[in-house]
């Protein structure tokens, strides 16, 4: 089961922080920090998966951003890396050629995908035309739903 | 796809600065979220973003708190509330707000809610009982969107004690029309299995539902839960694993529909799932659910072999499944040729699993380690440090004496280098471990030291004690011992003479002892000298308090002669005033104990061992006093608790299965005269808290003289198996074989080829890591089943005292037998004056048995101990009462030096009886060889497929060594199984009457006309059943487990095949036959 996901710029600033396991908030802190600093002083041809404390970290890096994974003893670490591609596989298509930007201004959307995808530390759904239609569906209700809002608002300004 | 996204965010931060470019195009530039990511990104320092972040929290605290905002509006602030924190700054006076707009919103405004939730909140925030009521409602929606927001943030984090409240509607949601409701609540109740299992306890039946779903999705959803149910408890899932082969079968195939693809690979998460469910079933497996995996797996392998990541995900995890179950020679050979093209891989992540894989197999593979010896060394020199870490961890495992130095001296190198601390840790304790394992004097103390020096304070703390245990205990030779801890002594004061005030606190500690104990040995070194250098660390200031005393306590032991009491006198002078109360007692016990040389020489007598009764034998006459006027007995702690916490109240849960169900153990011991034969029956063995449980109703202890109460009776077991352990059985094989391979392997390195200079350099590295690691010794690789050549050997520890422990047992377990352990013991004793005990056979011999899954009543009723040759009792095969009924051949199942262990099953009536037979093996020319026949009959109690006995004897021999043998004896159902005569009438009124069925397409044994007769024959003749009536093409047959827990089969010969219907009241019954069934077909 993931642990948690983390998604950093080489900056070191954090876009995006998913715990899938009961953490307190200054562990939370403390670890982000550590992990950076490890994973941000790696250099590029260097191994994708460390050992840290008791989990193992698989991490990824696209452009700018790199995408951090925590597992556990006996997850597989190459199943981990396709985890992360195809979480940006999703951001690409949704977002149409994602760049930091896009998850910067729209982290509550990327938070959607990614909750989508992964549900409670584990693997939901691996299509990526299941995830996006239903990340579609919620999207167009909110539309929808809004649209009559106004107007009932409108009314009543009026 | 990924190049694309790489090229896009490579442009990014020259974007940062530009509103115009495509991509900031469609975020809402004017939100007050844009706002407030640009007005950061311009900042420059620390401090003014903190500045700019409170203003905001300031008016983000300000707009929630008015009655006039509006819920989408307080969406936004919500995004912006979540920004914060993400930064690092707290919010947490917009977490009860986002529960509110989770609550009121509308199904956008909510999905905002849930999400700020789910990221502000933990399981245990105290606010989060609030949501309970909305996750409540949302969860009865219509609106699907509401109720898979539901499900997700209770999937994320919902308060244990509030599930209840909400699992019957997940549990409804698991028959939804929607594949993704139903995904969703699967992981939902995925997730409360991990954090309360005995919540969804009562819902096992809807998981299996959940794996039977026709979308393959719920069903992958539904092996999370799967998997963690069978890593807790294997044997419980064991008759699934042909469904898991069935459904990986499929995927391998490419059944499932192409959106399960991954980059054209058929499902890979599920494959992987898969994998690891089948390792975990086929984990110390014998065999069986192993054989069923061998084809699906060897598929796996040839099936993955596009170059792509996600191939080699699959190939990892179908190597590691080979090596967890039970072996099969070919697919080991493939996979060990695969782990070889992971090693071999220019890839380093592909490396890095290559060398993971090894150090997993290498156990049972050390040739595969020696293939690859070259790739090693180069890892072992890699510029990542996780590379060369892991490797350091696979040449841990090949360590033996001939390496050890070269490898220990590669993990110092490491450690020196590593600022991890958790690393350091770990190297640490295995360079100790290594060291303490192959110890040779200087070498020894040298690593130690560094060990100490290096692991600093972080170390475990057992570490220094087993050191110093090691060191205090000494080896087999006492000139060795002194040598070692001479050297120790010496490198220790040229150690504080340096600048002692760097070493880490526990090596100080470690030091101090060791020359309070040891200085003495040097005969040219003062003992004033000695505390000067004491004295001098405790004036130190970094010396921790605890340190201190360490130092006191040796000084204490030192003080000796004028001048040493001199420095002692002055030390505790100035610690005897201490606000420290433990250095203010051990500076008391310094001026006392100096100024009274003779009472010091009583308190601390040098070089004198010092003997601990761990067992408190001193206390026997009290605690039996204290017995006897009526005090209740010892109970330790976990079992209070146990009791206690079944007394508060009721076990709600089911009776677990796997409970040792019971065990009987039998003490023959004919040390003195044939009336110290006894038996004790019952429950015993391991959990001695079974035992006294159980004597409530059938061992009557009152008035009986126990000694230490139940600690006694628990002792029985423990010495002997610490003895045995403890004392190493000289193997006259060892030193030539061992010699021998360290030539081979050295001839085996590629010598007479001219190479490179550094070429050359990692080959003479090679010879001397890979020594002694040769095809041949793959067993004597590891630890400690290696017969290690050196001189030191550790000591048995005092054998006289645990002598003693065990005769003072024995007696006590005389005296401890109930009356019904002395019917039997009566009954013994007439046979036994029959015997004729061999005077060289143990004096004392305990024999154990348990069942492995419990599910089956083992009772001891009847023994015999007979003397006659071995030949006898193997043609004779059984005793007297026992002889005419159908048994097995006689299987040898263990045997040592002195002992041979064989058993054989004899079927009567109304269970198995199981002869097991010791014979003395030793003295051979002896011709009154001493055997014991025991008999303890078996019955079952919930079938399953086999039902596995395990045991142990031991045993004392004279000279009063104690030894064990293990042993396991395997017996199929069918051994129980016996015919059932019925009439037809009275099958077909059983036959409404029973629950439990199963149905099955069985294969005919021959096309003839005859077909079914000779099938059912062979049924008849295999497994023991009895056939009722055969009409045209069915049959009917009945047989029993027991005389009231019949099984009824209908066979009905269709298409070419047998249809088999069995019936039963017992449930899993009709399985274990039809598995049976199949297989004696099969056999046939």
């Known amino acids: ?158 | 796809m990924s190049d694309v996204v790489e090229k896009t965010l490579t442009a990014l931060p020259s974007l940062l600065s530009l509103d115009s470019q495509p991509g900031s195009a469609k975020l809402s530039s004017t939100s007050k979220l844009g706002n407030l990511i640009r007005g950061i990104t311009e900042l420059t320092s620390k401090h003014e973003e903190e500045k700019l972040i409170q203003q905001e929290l300031a008016s983000i605290k300000e707009q929630v708190s008015s009655p006039n905002t509006s819920m989408r509006q307080m969406k936004e602030l919500m995004v912006r509330a979540i920004y914060c924190e993400m930064l690092g700054y707290e919010a947490s006076f917009s977490y009860i707000h986002a529960i509110k707009l989770a609550q009121q919103g509308t199904a956008l405004e909510k999905r905002v809610g849930y999400l700020a939730v789910s990221l502000f909140l933990n399981e245990s925030h105290e606010l989060l009982l609030l949501l309970v009521n909305t996750v409540l409602k949302d969860l009865q929606s219509t609106n699907l969107i509401e109720v898979c927001m539901a499900l997700t943030v209770v999937s994320q984090m919902f308060p244990k004690d509030m599930i209840p409240a909400i699992l019957p509607l997940v549990e409804e949601k698991l028959n939804h029309p929607k594949e993704i409701i139903r995904r969703k609540a699967v992981l939902a109740l995925y997730k409360f299995y991990l954090i309360a299992p005995n919540q969804v306890q009562h819902i096992h039946n809807k998981f299996r539902k959940a794996l039977c779903d026709k979308d393959p999705g719920v069903m992958t959803a539904s092996l999370h839960i799967y998997a963690q149910m069978i890593q807790e408890k294997p044997e419980g899932y064991k008759d699934l694993a042909a469904s898991f082969v069935a459904i990986l079968k499929q995927v391998v195939g490419g059944k499932l529909p192409m959106d399960f693809n991954y980059h054209s690979v058929p499902a890979p998460w599920l494959q992987i799932q898969l994998l690891r469910i089948l390792s975990l079933l086929g984990k110390n497996d014998q065999r069986y659910t192993s054989e069923i995996m061998y084809e699906v797996l060897d598929e796996s392998l040839r099936r993955a072999e596009m170059n792509h990541n996600i191939t080699y995900a699959i190939l990892y995890e179908c190597v590691k499944c080979i090596y967890t179950i039970h072996p099969k020679s070919d697919l080991l050979e493939k996979a060990a040729k695969c782990i070889g093209n992971f090693v071999l891989s220019p890839k380093i992540n592909l490396k890095y699993l290559g060398l993971k894989a090894l150090t997993y197999v290498v156990q049972q593979d050390p040739k595969l380690a020696l293939q690859h010896q070259m790739t090693i060394i180069e890892c072992l020199d890699h510029p990542d440090l996780i590379i060369k870490r892991e490797t350091l961890e696979l040449l841990f495992r090949i360590t033996n004496a001939q390496n050890v130095t070269v490898i220990v001296e590669k993990m110092l190198d490491f450690l020196r280098i590593s600022e991890d601390d958790y690393t350091t840790i770990d190297l640490v304790g295995k360079v100790a471990e290594l060291a303490e394992k192959y110890p040779s004097e200087c070498w020894f103390i040298e690593t130690m030291n560094t060990v100490f020096s290096v692991g600093g304070d972080m170390m475990q703390p057992d570490i220094p004690n087993s050191f110093l245990k090691l060191l205090s205990e000494g080896f087999d030779s006492v000139e060795e011992d002194k040598k070692l801890r001479l050297f120790a002594v010496d490198s220790y004061v040229s150690l504080l003479q340096g600048e002692p005030d760097k070493l880490p606190q526990r090596f100080l500690q470690v030091i101090s002892w060791v020359l309070g104990e040891y200085s003495y040995l040097k005969e040219e070194l003062q003992p004033a000298a000695v505390l000067r250098l004491l004295a001098k660390l405790l004036d130190t200031k970094n010396t921790s308090s605890e340190t201190k005393s360490w130092i006191l306590m040796a000084m204490t032991k030192l003080c000796d002669g004028e001048a040493g009491v001199s420095v002692a006198q002055e030390v505790s002078e100035t610690y005897s005033s201490s606000l420290d109360t433990v250095l203010r007692q051990r500076a008391h016990e310094l001026q006392y104990l100096s100024q009274n040389p003779e009472l010091r020489s009583k308190v601390l007598p040098r070089d004198a061992g010092l003997e601990v009764d761990s067992s408190l034998s001193f206390l026997d006459g009290f605690v039996s006093e204290a017995l006897a006027a009526g005090a209740a007995p010892y109970k330790p702690p976990h079992q209070r608790q146990e009791e206690l916490a079944q007394a508060k109240a009721l076990s709600l849960e089911p009776y677990g299965l796997s409970l040792p169900i019971s065990m009987s153990s039998c003490s023959i011991a004919d040390r003195q005269s044939p009336t110290l034969l006894s038996i004790s029956s019952g429950l015993s063995g391991d959990s001695t808290d079974l035992s006294l449980k159980g004597g409530s109703t059938t061992l009557k202890l009152d008035g009986v003289k126990r000694v230490w109460g139940k600690e006694g009776y628990l002792a029985q077991r423990e010495p002997l198996e610490e003895a045995a352990a403890q004392v190493e059985v000289p193997s006259p094989l060892r030193s030539p074989s061992q010699t021998g391979e360290a030539d081979n392997s050295h001839s085996q390195t590629p010598i007479p080829i001219p190479t490179p200079e550094p070429e050359q350099e990692k080959q003479q590295l090679a010879s001397s890591l890979f020594v002694g690691l040769s095809s041949h010794s793959s067993v004597s690789l590891m630890g400690k089943s290696e017969p290690t050549p050196q001189r030191f050997r550790r000591k048995a520890k005092s054998p006289s005292s645990s002598l003693d422990a065990s005769e003072r047992i024995s007696n006590s377990l005389v005296s401890s037998t109930s009356t019904v352990d002395n019917l039997l013991c009566d009954n013994l004793l007439d046979t036994s004056e029959l015997a004729v005990p061999s005077p060289s056979l143990t004096s004392q011999l305990s024999q154990s048995l348990t069942t492995a899954n419990g599910s089956f009543d083992v009772q001891l009723t009847e023994s015999d101990v007979k003397g006659s040759s071995p030949t006898l009792v193997r043609d004779n095969g059984v005793a007297v009462p026992l002889s005419g009924l159908s048994h097995s051949e006689i299987t040898p199942l263990c045997s040592d030096q002195s002992l041979d262990l064989s058993v054989c099953h004899v079927q009567k009536e109304e269970y198995l009886a199981l002869v097991s037979c010791v014979c003395d093996s030793a003295v051979q020319e002896l011709r009154s060889l001493g055997v014991a026949v025991c008999q303890y009959s078996l019955t079952v109690k919930r079938p399953s497929v086999h039902v596995e006995v395990v045991g142990m004897v031991s045993y004392q021999l004279p000279v009063g060594t104690h030894q064990s043998v293990q042993f396991s004896h395997k017996l199929p159902l069918t051994s129980f199984i016996r015919p059932l005569t019925v009439s037809t009438e009275e099958y077909g009124k059983m036959w409404l009457d029973f629950t439990n069925d199963t149905k099955q397409n069985l294969s005919l044994i021959s096309d003839g006309q005859e077909s079914l007769t000779a099938t059912l024959n062979v049924l008849k003749k295999k497994l023991q059943l009895h056939v009722v009536e055969i009409i045209g093409v069915e049959g009917i047959v009945a047989c029993r487990l027991h005389q009231d827990q019949p099984c009824l089969m209908h066979c009905r010969v269709h298409a070419g095949t047998l249809a088999v219907w069995l019936r039963s009241p017992v449930p899993d019954l009709p399985d274990c036959l039809i598995y049976h069934c199949q297989r004696a077909l099969q056999e046939h």
């Open chain 1, 1 to 158: 089961m993931m642990h948690f996901m983390l998604l950093f710029s080489r900056q070191g600033k954090l876009r995006l922080q998913k715990w899938y396991t009961a953490t307190a908030e200054r562990d939370k802190k403390k670890m982000v920090r550590e992990l950076m600093q490890i994973v941000l002083a790696r250099k590029p041809k260097m191994c994708s998966f460390l050992e840290w404390r008791d989990l193992k970290i698989v991490y990824k890096r696209y452009a700018s951003l790199y995408f951090c994974c925590a597992i556990e003893e006996q997850d597989n670490e190459l199943i981990t890396l396709e985890v992360i591609h195809r979480f940006v596989e999703l951001l690409d298509k949704y977002f149409g050629s994602v760049c930091e930007l896009d998850i910067i201004f729209n982290f509550e959307k990327a938070y959607f995908i990614l909750d989508e995808f992964l549900m409670g530390g584990e693997i939901q759904d691996t299509s990526k035309k299941s995830v996006l239609k239903a990340i579609e569906q919620a999207d167009l209700l909110q539309e929808e739903d809004e649209s009559p809002r106004s107007v009932l608002e409108e009314m009543g300004l009026a």
